[in-house]
């Protein structure tokens, strides 16, 4: 089991807000597919009318989407949703926004009503503090903070945050706008104004400098959400400081058996890698940033039976230094050593190996 702020959870797994998170049937699915949490679709005093189409693929990992808040009224979640879920066994957080006087009327209705814990998202994130320093003072259940990826000097404010007594913080949400273009009409994909915010595998290593910012500066737990759609990626989001994997594009894109596999591909990279827990591996990589003008010296190391000799390393060098003809070539002379020909190798059959480290 995996601990919450007190709530036990099946699996470190929490689906962010989203489509998948539209009403209690659903979340339940999501639940029995191996999600340890689900956030509702956010409640507002107002129900949303999106605009149609509010949705579209961007790449084969990623979305854009310019949907808004919950198309429920809040009496449908406090009265009918939230009871469910919680006769369910669900472990339900509420997402509630956007405003202070939005907040300050529906917190105490959803936490009586049976949320396990509170997720607050406002779009001026400035308002996030008073939200936070209201709700505490309203309910009992622990209460999350949900920030946008573009604040400023992002470590400093979760500080103010946990000083304002917020229990967690879900590091980020969507980044935008963004939008894409029918080049047959030349109209936007997404109706309404057009513009939408981007999710998914593209917004990886966004997310990842966000949570690495925040974990330098709080020590609450944070779920990372942006980007996750492999075992791998949830690795990175730990190493990076998160305590929970949050998943929003993911099922919706593959399906909500993709959770299971998610969960199970985690795990086998943890033992794989010799972490016990995710404790172990949470934030390892802060021991390993380093001055910034700091060099690491390497050489490469080629496996030819592991070689398909695809090609790759030598299209994408830069400088023409790579061969590979009968056997694998490397001008020294001409090399950068960059590292892309490595990175980009489908089966390490080019690795780099560190050899020391120089300062220029």
């Not at 009403?23 to 639940?31: D, F, G, I, P, V």
């Not at 990623?62 to 979640?77: A, C, Q, Y």
């Not at 309910?139 to 604040?151: E, T």
């Not at 060099?295 to 030819?304: A, G, L, N, S």
């Amino acid at each position: 089991m995996y601990n919450l702020l007190g709530v036990e959870l099946k699996s470190p797994i929490i689906i962010g807000s989203g489509p998948l998170s539209y009403n209690a049937e659903s979340m339940k699915r999501l639940s029995d597919a191996g999600a340890g949490a689900v956030v509702t679709k956010t409640i507002r005093k107002e129900r949303a009318i999106n605009p149609a189409p509010h949705m579209v693929k961007s790449t084969n990992s990623s979305l854009i989407n310019n949907e808004k808040w919950t198309d429920f009224e809040p009496e449908r979640w406090i009265d009918e949703e939230i009871p469910k879920l919680k006769e369910m066994g669900v472990v339900t957080i509420a997402s509630v926004g956007h405003t202070l006087e939005e907040s300050s009327e529906l917190v105490e209705k959803v936490a009586k009503a049976g949320a396990d814990i509170i997720e607050l998202v406002s779009y001026d994130y400035t308002d996030l503090i008073p939200i936070v320093k209201d709700t505490k003072k309203r309910v009992s259940i622990p209460v999350i903070a949900k920030l946008p990826p573009m604040i400023e000097n992002i470590g400093d404010f979760c500080k103010e945050l946990e000083e304002a007594g917020v229990d967690a913080i879900t590091a980020c949400d969507s980044v935008g706008p963004a939008f894409r273009i029918d080049i047959e009409t030349g109209k936007p994909l997404l109706g309404g104004n057009g513009f939408g915010w981007l999710t998914g595998e593209v917004i990886k290593p966004i997310t990842l400098h966000k949570i690495y910012e925040i974990r330098r500066k709080v020590n609450v737990p944070i779920i990372g959400l942006g980007g996750c759609m492999t075992g791998s990626d949830a690795v990175e989001m730990v190493m990076a400081g998160a305590n929970f994997i949050g998943v929003c594009t993911l099922p919706i894109l593959r399906g909500e058996a993709s959770l299971g596999k998610l969960f199970n591909d985690f795990k086998a990279h943890l033992h794989r890698l010799g972490y016990n827990s995710i404790d172990e591996a949470c934030g390892i990589v802060h021991q390993y940033m380093g001055d910034i003008n700091e060099r690491t010296k390497f050489e490469f190391i080629y496996d030819e039976e592991k070689c398909t000799r695809c090609n790759l390393c030598v299209k994408v060098c830069a400088y023409k230094a790579r061969t590979l003809n009968e056997t694998m070539e490397l001008d020294k002379e001409e090399c950068r050593y960059c590292g892309l020909c490595a990175s980009v190798c489908p089966t390490k059959a080019l690795e780099v190996h560190e050899l020391q480290k120089a300062y220029n």
